[in-house]
């Protein structure tokens, strides 16, 4: 009988963080951390990074920090090379950053468009390809990328948003299919209403009542709610697991 539980283990791998200065990608880059991971975190703001570090640090791993706009797609070229100099490998990347724009889809505009699309999904793909390089070099990695139940059920107010949300799950399939000869496993992450900063903004009172009466365990997600799936898609117990989409959404998708 195997020690089945040592698969889960995550002790010295190294994790690629992105939309990690706040939110679900700051929670993920300390819950990683305090299960034995060092990180290599970015994001667009510098000071809220070097707060994460320090948190990472309290934990004994350690945290590299990369400041950059996903929407530059030579700006991802350079976190590669900047991996390059910290490691020669990466286990993980967690693509988390995302941009949210909630209005009717008469008032969306080109801007809103272009910030939601070339964050969450143009630059979700190039961060794919540039960290899953350096994966392929090793013949080993895990790619976990942030979906929504928004792909699958959704308000008012949410298309262009949901739109990229769909596509991050069959963009997830996609890839699966195509870089599982190199050993790269490529999952998505689903949850449903995350009770972070930027939601405490927008889910507040009729939107917050509704998105409550969609969720059958009858509350908000919280960051911590997600590390359980997090660590399981980043070790190897879920080595035979590529192209998903696991929701962690209270029943939200099974009630729609
Ligand atoms: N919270 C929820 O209810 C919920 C539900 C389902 C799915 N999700 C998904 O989970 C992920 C995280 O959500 P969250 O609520 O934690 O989001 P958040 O609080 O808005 O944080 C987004 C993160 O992305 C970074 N980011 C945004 N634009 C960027 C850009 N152009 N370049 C680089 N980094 C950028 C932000 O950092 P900087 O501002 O420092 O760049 C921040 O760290 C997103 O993909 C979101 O769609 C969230």
């Given at each position: 009988m195997q020690d089945h539980y040592k698969k889960f283990d995550l002790t010295g791998k190294v994790a690629v963080i992105t939309?990690?200065?706040?939110g679900i990608g700051r929670d993920m880059a300390i819950g990683l951390a305090e299960a034995g991971v060092d990180v290599i975190i970015c994001s667009r703001r510098e000071e809220k990074l070097l707060a994460v570090k320090k948190s990472v640090e309290k934990t004994g791993r350690s945290a590299e920090t990369y400041v950059l706009d996903?929407?530059?797609?030579k700006e991802i070229a350079g976190l590669r090379s900047f991996i390059k100099t910290k490691t020669d490998r990466v286990d993980i990347l967690i693509n988390n950053a995302g941009h949210a724009v909630t209005k009717p889809a008469w008032d969306i505009s080109e801007n809103d468009w272009d910030a939601m699309v070339d964050t969450g999904f143009k630059g979700l793909f190039f961060c794919c390809q540039a960290v899953g390089s350096i994966m392929r070099e090793h013949g080993y990695g895990k790619i976990i990328n942030l979906g929504s139940t928004f792909s699958k059920s959704i308000v008012p107010g949410r298309s262009v948003y949901a739109g990229i949300k769909a596509g991050i799950d069959h963009l997830t399939e996609a890839l699966a299919m195509e870089w599982a000869p190199h050993g790269i496993r490529v999952n998505a992450l689903a949850p449903t209403a995350v009770n972070t900063p930027s939601r405490q903004v927008t889910l507040q009172g009729p939107m917050l009542a509704k998105v409550l009466s969609r969720i059958p365990l009858g509350r908000l997600a919280t960051p911590d709610d997600l590390m359980g799936a997090v660590i399981y898609l980043s070790s190897?117990?879920?080595?035979?697991?590529?192209?998903q989409t696991l929701f962690v959404d209270g029943g939200w998708v099974a009630a729609s």
């Open positions: 939309g990690a200065s706040e996903l929407q530059q797609v190897e117990a879920s080595d035979f697991v590529t192209g």
